[in-house]
């Protein structure tokens, strides 16, 4: 009686609980590998590809992956555009300027959200200290990106305009010579360049930002018709780079190490910085937001021949991202 | 294993198992709430979001500083709202969100704040306008942008505690429903195996114990197995062989009961039959008749006695009836006496002469009969029991004979008393009453004969007196109540009171003023005054001193309660008191009873206090003694107080000159002394009058009388016939007539009766020309 009793019970009980989640579908074998090329950077923003990289992620989800690395957001894009990669990181005003263009890409995931990666960086042996001294002074900047945008930002913020400075372009691996060779009074730019310039500088560097001026977003891009005709590729990819994010964000030092060795970055570079990212894959308004934002601010200073401002929602593209993470897609369509 | 142990093992698992259940329902149903409020709390913070979404747009719209308050405002609602979220929410993905929140939130504060500013500022600077157009634009943006970033995450925080509350809820399901099943389960469980226990364990022990039950002690009941069932089993086959073997006992037992039984029952029957043959030699040797009958009357049983009185044995008398054995008019007789008996429901006497049949002899029996009843309550006959009263009535009639003579003699000894003074005094007044009329036939002068007559008629009524008062003594006078004072009663008594106590012993006097009036016979008050004064007197031994009081008295229901006889009302009381030798207690309990005496023989009858008794009570009033040896007694005589109307109307009638009549009466007296003088007195008030000296005279003279005769007076006891008779043959032939009897020192007829009956006209000789007048005018207005 009891053994049949006990038995029942154990039915009982074991009804009552759910059951466990399945294994992963998306391990593949590695007989089905398919290989894209994603061009991304060495960056703080590119972390979660290069996580995804390190921790075989993509290879976990059929893909294998060939990096092609570049110093910033806007090459990476271009590589896009000329059908050298499959994915490109980039932020969303190189985006922005070439869907201007006519390109046809898409936007599929947001992977990088900052609010501090950006500044001004300006010698102090060249008169300045306070924001307001910038003005009729030589800011370095690269054109088409975040660099460019930000700065006016940040003039504006001051009181000035692009006409109060004499603005210089530069690329962003020229900036740190630039301005210790004293060819510039100050440089607009990013991470790491930034803080390697200020730290160079020393005592003699001083910085301008705003955190509620400018928020800096960083993304993976595809060619549309790619990304019609390879939704599966595009799920998987997306996949791994959420298997990354996941990692990041419960393995902060392991992450920070995977990104010191990747790109060759001193680990306390890397860490000084951290916090000013937020490292989410995601879809939402504020992409929206930025992408007008910045498209009202280069129709006006004619950046750009364009001046109907694009829907933009069609060149985000949810779906891929809504198949793998619902809810990874906020205030969107 | 034994049913206790399973019973056991099965209620400690079921137990384990229900705690365990009812725990888990118990944290579960707290999650579930905290998950509730959670969600609650996730939906607070995402309406003040939207509450300031709504907030800012409308500032967006005109810029006014009272909406940036508002919007101030709710942010401060908000920092309470996730100030409690963060206390209230567990979990790290929570927290994060929530500091994402209130980091987010304070930067659009921040943000707002400064297109505030910004927007201050280009109202008041016109040269960087298009620097702070700009600056506004961008600010709005990123403030669109972190409000974007904080709805999402508003969401997400909604989500996630709907979903914990769904998953807490599903959870706490599972586990009621677990727990529902579980307790069907083992009900199902326990049921089964409850009816396996029976069919295989119960069921057998059931039959077996049935059987033997039915009286199959030989049998025994098998189970197999040592559980209780088993034990049970052996039990009840133990029990069976001890049953066995007690009724063997109880067999043997009951025959030596039965022999005890029988033993004792002779013994019974002998002490019954010895019993019986005592009770029949009491009954047979009692020399009272005794027998028993049935409704019918036929004999039950009968005693010795009886058997003489039938002159037949009691088996002969038994089974018959009295008419058997006795006339007719007899046997009616006691029949008749049986049913009152048996109708009355209770014993009843009769008095009856028998004749004994076995010798003759005739004796006076007192029967009583009873009836008896069934344990039914029925009727079921009738005991007699006659006891021989011949003697004791003989006895009786005996002691009243001698008890009249010897109440006769008590009279005679108050006359004898009396005798010395009265004569005295009586030959005195003849003395007078001789000298006068000799001196008035020689007195010429008319004065002075007149006033010698005036002296005979003087000593004439108080000769009257001397002799009502001897009457009164030998009581053969009648009794004619009238209103009454006392004081003067008693006044009149004390020269002759006197005398009879003697000269060594005072007499004293106390009348009360005022003293109300009472209805009497003076003579029985003077009797009362006499026989109480001589008791003083036999009391006083030598010298001493006797008081007589009146008084009045009221007396309450306090009174009453102290003295039974007593009744509330007015009362005149008139007391005689000496200071003789007094009483104790037992005699004064008994000085009222006839023959009654403390005197030696010869010197009194016992009957002067019962007398005084009797005479109280006549009177409607009550008697008291106080008495102590040694000091004295005081006897006290309540006489009810007479109501004052009759008082008035006694003075008013006293108060008319005398009445008068022209009716004829016809006067019969055997005294031609009486007859004549009586027939002057009422000639002289106008009256006709007819005069006869015997009865037969006046027969002759109311035939031959012309007119009508309105009255007759007539002595009652006359030589040839009495004043009744006399009187009934007169009415026959005139019933109109009215009749006044007279009556002198002999008894007669009306005396008989003690007091004068209704409707008889009465008057007591000698009697005065004012009494005659008055009594002859009442007789004559009266009914005839």
């Not at chain 2, 003067?488 to 006097?509: C, F, H, P, Y």
Request: proline content about 3%; some cysteine; glycine content about 6%.
């Amino acid at each position: 009686m009891w053994k049949s009793t006990l038995s029942l019970l154990l039915i009982f009980v074991l009804s009552g609980c759910q059951k466990s989640p399945s294994q992963d579908a998306s391990q593949r074998s590695a007989a089905t590998l398919q290989k894209i090329t994603v061009a991304y950077t060495y960056q703080p923003q590119s972390t979660l590809a290069h996580v995804a990289v390190a921790k075989g992620y993509f290879a976990e989800e059929g893909l294998e992956v060939q990096s092609l690395m570049h110093t910033f957001g806007k090459a990476s894009l271009q590589s896009l555009l000329d059908h050298k990669a499959d994915f490109a990181a980039v932020a969303e005003t190189p985006f922005m300027f070439n869907v201007l263009k006519g390109e046809k890409i898409y936007l599929i995931a947001n992977i990088e959200a900052s609010g501090k990666n950006n500044a001004i960086v300006a010698r102090k042996d060249a008169g300045i200290s306070v924001a307001g001294d910038l003005k009729g002074k030589r800011i370095g900047f690269t054109p088409g990106t975040t660099s460019d945008f930000f700065l006016d930002s940040m003039l504006t913020v001051i009181g000035l305009n692009r006409q109060s400075i004499q603005p210089v372009p530069l690329k962003p691996e020229e900036m740190q010579a630039a301005i210790v060779e004293k060819r510039v009074d100050a440089v607009c730019t990013w991470n790491y360049p930034l803080t390697q310039i200020k730290r160079q500088l020393g005592p003699n560097g001083v910085l301008f930002y705003d955190p509620i001026i400018y928020t800096e977003t960083f993304n993976f891009a595809a060619q549309q018709d790619f990304v019609q005709k390879n939704p599966e590729t595009v799920r998987r990819f997306l996949r791994a780079l959420i298997k990354a994010e996941n990692f990041v964000a419960q393995h902060p030092d392991e992450a920070q190490a995977i990104m010191s060795a990747a790109t060759k970055t001193d680990l306390d570079l890397i860490r000084e910085v951290w916090n000013a990212f937020n490292y989410r894959v995601v879809l939402d308004k504020k992409l929206l937001i930025t992408l007008e934002d910045e498209t009202r601010w280069a129709m006006k200073n004619k950046l750009t021949d364009q001046t109907v401002m694009p829907e933009y929602q069609n060149y985000i593209h949810l779906d891929s991202l809504r198949a793998v993470k619902p809810d990874a897609i906020r205030g969107g369509r | 294993m034994r049913v206790k142990t399973k019973l056991q093992t099965i209620a400690l698992f079921m137990f384990t198992v229900l705690i365990v259940l009812v725990t888990a329902v118990f944290l579960l149903v707290k999650e579930t709430r905290r998950s509730s409020s959670n969600m609650r709390l996730a939906d607070e913070i995402q309406s003040n979001f939207m509450e300031r979404t709504s907030i800012r747009d409308q500032y967006f719209l005109y810029r006014e500083v009272h909406m940036l308050n508002r919007w101030d405002e709710s942010k401060k609602k908000s920092d309470q709202l996730l100030r409690q979220a963060k206390q209230q929410f567990q979990g790290t993905e929570y927290q994060q969100i929530i500091e994402l929140l209130i980091k987010s939130i304070d930067e659009t504060a921040v943000i707002i704040h400064r297109i505030a500013d910004n927007s201050n500022e280009m109202k008041s600077t016109a040269g960087n306008r298009e620097i702070l157009e700009e600056l506004d634009k961008r600010l709005s943006s990123q403030l669109l942008l972190k409000a974007t970033a904080i709805r999402d995450t508003v969401l997400i925080l909604n989500e996630l505690s709907n979903q914990s509350a769904e998953h807490s809820y599903r959870r706490l399901t599972t586990i009621v429903i677990s727990l529902a099943g579980t307790v069907a389960l083992f009900t199902l469980l326990l049921s089964v195996n409850l009816m396996r226990l029976i069919r295989m364990r119960l069921i057998p022990l059931h039959e077996g114990a049935r059987n033997i039950g039915n009286g199959h002690l030989e049998s025994r009941i098998t189970v197999s197995g040592s559980d209780e069932f088993s034990e049970l089993a052996h039990s009840v086959n133990a029990m069976t062989e001890k049953l066995v073997a007690e009724i063997e006992i109880r067999k043997t037992f009951e025959k030596e009961l039965l022999e005890a039984n029988t033993a004792i029952e002779e013994a019974n029957k002998k002490a019954l039959q010895k019993s019986e043959a005592h009770f029949r030699t009491l009954v047979n040797t009692i020399p009272d008749l005794i027998w028993l009958k049935d409704t019918d009357g036929v004999y039950l049983a009968c005693n010795t006695t009886f058997e003489r009185f039938f002159g037949a044995k009691e088996t002969d008398i038994l089974g018959k009836k009295d008419y058997d054995f006795v006339d007719k008019e007899l046997a009616d007789f006691f029949h008749i006496h049986d049913r009152k008996a048996i109708e009355a429901g209770r014993s009843t006497s009769n008095e009856e002469w028998i004749t004994f049949a076995d010798d003759g002899h005739k004796a006076l029996f007192e029967t009583t009969k009873t009836p008896m009843y069934g344990a039914d309550g029925q009727v079921t006959g009738v005991l007699g029991i006659g006891h021989d009263i011949t003697e004791s009535r003989r006895a009786e009639e005996e002691k009243i004979k001698l008890e009249t003579q010897l109440h006769q003699a008590q009279k005679m000894e108050s006359i004898g008393s009396l005798a010395g003074g009265v004569a005295h005094d009586f030959n005195n007044k003849l003395s007078v009453i001789l000298g006068c009329t000799y001196m008035a036939f020689t007195e010429e002068d008319q004065a002075k004969r007149q006033a010698l007559l005036d002296e005979v008629r003087k000593a004439a009524e108080q000769s009257a007196d001397l002799t009502r008062q001897l009457l009164t003594f030998a009581r053969k006078q009648t009794i004619t109540p009238k209103e009454l004072d006392l004081n003067d009663t008693v006044t009149s008594m004390l020269k002759m009171l006197q005398r009879l106590i003697g000269e060594n012993i005072q007499l004293a006097w106390l009348p009360a003023p005022d003293l109300w009036r009472v209805k009497a016979d003076p003579s029985q008050i003077d009797q009362m005054l006499a026989n109480l004064c001589v008791n003083a007197r036999d009391a006083i031994n030598g010298t001493g001193r006797i008081t007589i009081e009146t008084r009045n008295n009221t007396v309450d229901s306090y009174y009453c309660e102290e003295d039974p006889e007593a009744v509330p009302g007015d009362y005149v009381h008139l007391s005689v008191s000496d200071d003789g030798s007094g009483m104790d207690k037992e005699t004064m309990a008994r000085v009222f009873e006839p023959f009654f005496t403390t005197k030696g023989v010869g010197e009194g009858t016992g009957l002067g206090l019962a007398t005084v008794y009797g005479i109280v009570k006549q009177n409607n009033g009550f008697i008291n003694i106080y008495s102590e040896p040694g000091k004295g007694t005081t006897f006290t005589i309540h006489l009810p107080r007479l109501e004052e109307k009759s008082q008035k109307t006694l003075t008013e009638a006293k108060t008319p000159p005398l009445p008068k009549g022209q009716e004829t009466i016809l006067l019969v007296e055997d005294e031609p002394a009486i007859l004549q003088i009586t027939s002057q007195l009422l000639g002289k008030q106008g009256y006709t009058l007819l005069t006869a000296g015997t009865p037969n005279d006046a027969m002759r003279l109311a035939h031959e009388h012309v007119g009508e005769i309105n009255l007759l007076i007539t002595d009652v006891i006359m030589p040839e016939m009495n004043g009744k008779d006399l009187a009934n043959r007169l009415q026959s032939l005139n019933p109109q007539l009215k009749c006044l009897y007279m009556s002198g020192y002999t008894a007669d007829v009306i005396a008989q009766h003690g007091v004068l009956d209704e409707g008889i006209y009465f008057i007591q000789k000698p009697f005065s020309l004012p009494d005659l007048a008055v009594k002859v005018r009442e007789v004559l207005d009266g009914k005839p």
